[in-house]
């Protein structure tokens, strides 16, 4: 982190740009994002502001970094991005600084009526510098995903520029209402939307167009819920023209950009042509087909199988015992009249009625399978969760740092491998598909594992490459990067409880899924029982990073690594080993190095030693013992050798006192 | 089969050399009678001690016999010497005899050897003793030492 505090409610980004927490700019809020004035240090004159993000929002970094810098027509121009401390919310948070617009936003709200756009000036003013902006971040490969009329504003105090405003602040298309997004997207929640592609961004403009181009919201009074339903029922051009009189060349494109079909939907191309005044022939809505005979559910008629699929997700349980009559699959056979839909939901309750495992598992799949069929476009839905595949990712982060009740359900989805249903009903190959199936395929691997560096953690940064740490210990550091996680640990030393662990579940998995380096072993280690192997992983884990990342000395870290080290120097046997260790340990901790605290806590050789050592210490006690044992239960043994060895000597020294006796009377009586 | 007819035969044959040499002794003892009545008359007398303590010692090792004929011996060796070197006649072995003093001494000296063999077993036994429990002392304290360096799980038994 390279930003600084400073005093009076004024942070530094990079060096350069001051940003004035006291200087608050409401104007240019955007629905998660705060607005704030920002100075720049080398140029005084030039009118900049920072947008504030949320925290517990997973911000679009992928995205900062293709467009840092980028100077476009139709793009507000993102100036820099960084992490700064953010004084009224007490933590780090991601500031964004973009080119203060001069002529304000486009529309102010939804709800609001402004001067009617006329038709030759859309193409000039909006249209051009727009699609220039598309194309520009097409060749960037990111998507905006926050094209709406509340996020335009006119550069110039002229207001003769209008320019798509911010995108990065938040989940892709987090902020966009209804009425902006695609009929599959819109069925999504808005944290699952995924980053799309770029007919989600056309579609998006063609409905600002719409807005600009009648001065006002033609479905202002109508609810996400009557809108989706009309979007669906009649298709997005006519739901949202309706019968409003628009300029005739407009309809055309207006056609193409809001078409339902995404495959039919007009591309940048298309657009290219109609603004070089080729004209094409409209686009028809193309409706589903609608039966005679509707499918009733909970006291509703349905005459199309994605408003089917609608009121089955809402009402789930209910769902599946239509589903298992076969009620269903009749009405897909007679009146919509597609066998093999038919067919196969028929196959889909078989197979969930011959499951062998837990029957309540198998008839959720089945539901969301058959919800997939009914309607192959719609997002990946399970119960009460819907989300693009390409936002699970934000979905998941979202959840988690609402610690939303739902994580439950999305472990489901993953571990059911319901995205999988998903991609298996696709009609075309699609590359992203495949490169897609295989995340989720490794995630339910690491989502069934239990240990540190694995589990829901591990599969929240698998899927957000930008998201910050969320663990409770660092997250107001906002560590984004794995070279900051150490200095933020060490900074996080110093308010933390001696006895916390400084690596928990989710600073493992941030290590894991960001430090691209082999730590398998560590992992093994630190998932072992025994607190002090937990404490050697750990530890092996933060001297890798230490080693490969620096900085050279982590005096907080390491000071408070060494006051959890005791079950390490524990499992030493050798008490002399113990003390020696107790003695470095303090040294070390003075160094401020983990390499060399791991080093000495876990020397192989050492610990070969002890153990060698105990085991034969551990012999040694145990012969003694059976020695003393012995002696002491011996008493009979040992008094029966007394009486033996006692009467040999007592018999031996009677003879010899004869033997005595007689020699001494022979020498007597012969001299 | 013929291994074992072998080894019978040949303890047959080791029992009749026994048998013999016993024959031999007991002939030279008996001849020798009518030439040495006078000590074999104090022998008898003067050993008698010897004489019990081989009939009642019923311990398995069977050495009472021999603690109390040695100092038994060594109390009758001066006057069977005496009595050899003055005339070795029956009146001088009945002297002998009949005489308390070398009665006592006789008797003494075989009453200490009993003494000796009753003694000398409880000290032995309490030199043992000592022993061990000196030796237990210097286990106990190797086991301190080594619970010191290595701690209490030093004592615990190992598993499997």
């Known amino acids: 982190m390279q930003e600084d505090a400073n005093a009076g409610g004024t942070v530094v980004l990079r060096d350069r740009y001051y940003i004035h927490a006291g200087s608050p700019l409401p104007d240019l809020d955007t629905p998660s994002a705060q607005a704030f004035v920002v100075e720049d240090r080398r140029d005084s004159a030039r009118l900049l502001y920072a947008l504030i993000c949320r925290p517990d929002l997973p911000p679009r970094v992928n995205v900062m970094r293709a467009l840092k810098g980028v100077q476009n027509p139709g793009l507000q121009t993102l100036v820099e991005w960084g992490v700064v401390p953010w004084a009224p919310v007490g933590r780090n948070c991601m500031a964004v600084v973009y080119e203060r617009p001069m002529g304000g936003r486009v529309m102010t709200s939804l709800t609001a009526e402004i001067k009617r756009v006329e038709e030759h000036e859309v193409t000039r003013r909006m249209l051009t510098p727009i699609i220039g902006a598309l194309r520009e971040l097409n060749s960037r490969a990111v998507t905006h995903r926050a094209i709406r009329p509340t996020n335009m504003y006119y550069m110039d105090a002229d207001r003769e520029r209008i320019v798509l405003g911010d995108c990065v602040t938040a989940p892709p298309a987090y902020d966009q209402p209804l009425l902006f997004e695609p009929v599959e997207s819109g069925m999504s929640l808005p944290f699952g939307r995924g980053s799309g592609n770029y007919g989600d961004d056309l579609y998006a403009l063609g409905a600002s167009l719409v807005l600009l181009l009648l001065g006002r919201n033609p479905v202002a009074h109508l609810t996400d819920e009557q809108l989706l339903k009309q979007k669906i029922v009649y298709g997005s051009y006519v739901a949202l023209v309706g019968d409003q009189r628009l300029p005739i060349s407009m309809i055309e494109l207006l056609r193409g950009v809001l078409c339902d079909d995404p495959h039919e939907r007009w591309k940048l191309d298309s657009l290219d042509l109609w603004l070089s005044g080729r004209r094409l022939s409209p686009l028809q809505t193309k409706l589903e087909k609608r039966t005679q005979r509707a499918f009733v559910f909970n006291g509703k008629e349905y005459s199309t199988s994605r408003e089917l699929a609608m009121a089955f997700v809402r009402r789930w349980d209910d769902a599946i015992p239509l589903v298992l009559e076969g009620k269903l699959e009749i009405w897909m056979r007679r009146a919509i009249e597609d066998k093999e839909r038919a067919d196969q939901i028929a196959a889909a309750v078989r197979n969930a009625a011959g499951s062998p495992g837990d029957r309540r598992i198998a008839l959720d799949v089945m539901l969301a399978r058959v919800c997939i069929l009914l309607d192959p476009l719609a997002p990946i839905r399970y119960k009460g969760l819907a989300m693009m595949p390409d936002g699970f990712g934000s979905a998941l982060a979202v959840l988690m740092s609402q610690q939303s009740s739902d994580i439950r359900l999305f472990t489901e ?55 910050a740490c969320q663990s409770p210990l660092i997250a107001q550091d906002y560590v984004v ?30 290590i894991v899924a960001r430090f691209k380096y082999d730590l398998e072993k560590a992992l093994t280690v630190l998932n072992e029982d025994t607190p002090d192997r937990q404490l050697v992983g750990m530890l092996s884990l933060l001297a890798l990073l230490q080693w490969r990342l620096g900085p050279e000395t982590l005096f907080g870290l390491t000071s408070w690594i060494g006051g959890l080290t005791g079950p390490i120097i524990a499992s030493f046997h050798s008490r002399e080993t113990r003390r020696m260790l107790e003695r470095e340990i303090p040294r070390l901790v003075r160094k401020g190095s983990l390499i060399e605290l791991f080093r000495l806590l876990d020397n192989t050789e050492e610990r070969q030693k002890d153990e060698y050592g105990f085991q034969q210490a551990r012999a040694q006690y145990a012969a003694a013992s059976a020695e003393i044992s012995e002696l002491d239960s011996s008493g009979e043994e040992r008094d029966a050798f007394a009486l033996r060895v006692g009467q040999q000597t007592a018999a031996l020294t009677s003879v010899l006192i004869a033997l005595a006796t007689m020699s001494i009377l022979v020498i007597m009586k012969v001299w | 089969m013929a291994a ?18 016993r024959w031999i002794m007991m002939l030279a003892v008996t001849a020798a009678v009518p030439f040495s009545l006078p000590t074999i008359l104090l022998l008898f007398v003067g050993l008698l001690p010897t004489l019990v303590a081989a009939l009642v010692d019923r311990g398995p090792n069977r050495y009472a016999w021999l603690c109390v004929g040695g100092l038994n011996l060594s109390g009758v060796a001066p006057f069977l010497f005496g009595l050899w070197f003055s005339g070795h006649s029956m009146s001088a072995a009945l002297d002998i005899l009949f005489d308390v003093f070398p009665l006592i001494v006789m008797y003494g000296s075989a009453a200490i050897g009993w003494l000796l063999y009753r003694a000398m077993p409880p000290v032995v036994g309490a030199l043992l003793a000592l022993r061990a429990q000196r030796r237990v002392t210097v286990l106990r304290n190797e086991q301190r030492r080594l619970v010191e360096a290595w701690g209490e799980d030093v004592a615990e038994e190992e598993v499997g």
């Open chain 1, 413 to 467: 989805m993953i571990q059911r491998e319901i995205p999988k249903l998903w991609f298996e009903t696709r009609a075309a190959y699609d590359p992203d598909h495949s490169v897609m199936q295989s995340s989720f395929r490794d995630l339910k691997e690491q989502l069934v594992r239990p240990g540190l560096g694995f589990g829901l953690e591990r599969c929240l940064y698998e899927m957000n490459e930008a998201l």
């Open chain 1, 481 to 510: 990067e794995i070279r900051d996680l150490l200095p933020a640990l060490n900074n996080a030393a110093k308010r933390a409880d001696g006895k916390t662990l400084p690596v928990d579940r989710h600073v493992a998995a941030f």
């Open chain 2, 4 to 21: 074992k007819q072998q080894a019978k035969a040949r303890g047959g044959q080791q029992r009749t050399q026994g048998g013999g040499m």
